[in-house]
């Protein structure tokens, strides 16, 4: 039996490696090979008192996203990141934060965000696969993670606002 000129034999014979191949092409993330939904993204904002900079990131907004982070990621753009917010997550105001590098094979920028948008802390370089707990030392509503240098690069300071549009 033939359909659309290929027999139903040829078909199901070539069907396993059409699947192999489509879980190895290039083209498709880890993310969408296990069928995992892609991170939404959110355009952040920092105003520096050498301008603006923009940096196109990963939104975690529930628990099991804020954990799992940007554990094992390699991939990251220089102008990406994630953006942990709202924080914490199960909401209950601005809270202490404490941060690891755990499975994190990526140096990390991690800045600590009061509710107001103002920078309260900078972490800069975050030690890959480290266990030690990296803190706000203060409340915060937000955190944003950069590829590590990223910070010092761009002259992002403490008491430095970022921006996004916050909803939920």
């Not at 092409?25 to 995992?36: P, W």
């Not at 942990?84 to 590098?101: K, T, V």
């Amino acid at each position: 039996m033939t359909y659309k000129g290929v027999t139903v034999a040829a078909a199901l014979a070539l069907a396993p490696l059409g699947l192999a191949l489509s879980a190895c092409s290039a083209g498709t993330s880890s993310t969408e090979q296990t069928g995992q939904k892609t991170a939404e993204t959110v355009a952040v904002t920092i105003i520096t008192a050498q301008g603006q900079h923009k940096f196109q990131v990963e939104r975690a907004r529930t628990a099991a996203e804020q954990e799992q982070g940007l554990m094992y990621r390699t991939d990251l753009k220089p102008d990406g990141g994630m953006l942990f917010w709202p924080y914490p997550p199960e909401g209950g105001g601005p809270r202490q934060a404490s941060f690891w590098m755990k499975n994190t094979p990526t140096p990390l920028d991690i800045l600590f965000i009061r509710a107001d948008g103002t920078i309260a802390t900078i972490a800069e370089n975050a030690v890959p696969f480290s266990e030690t707990p990296v803190l706000s030392r203060e409340p915060v509503a937000a955190v944003l993670e950069l590829v590590g240098g990223r910070a010092a690069a761009l002259g992002i300071a403490e008491g430095d606002t970022a921006t996004w549009q916050q909803t939920q």
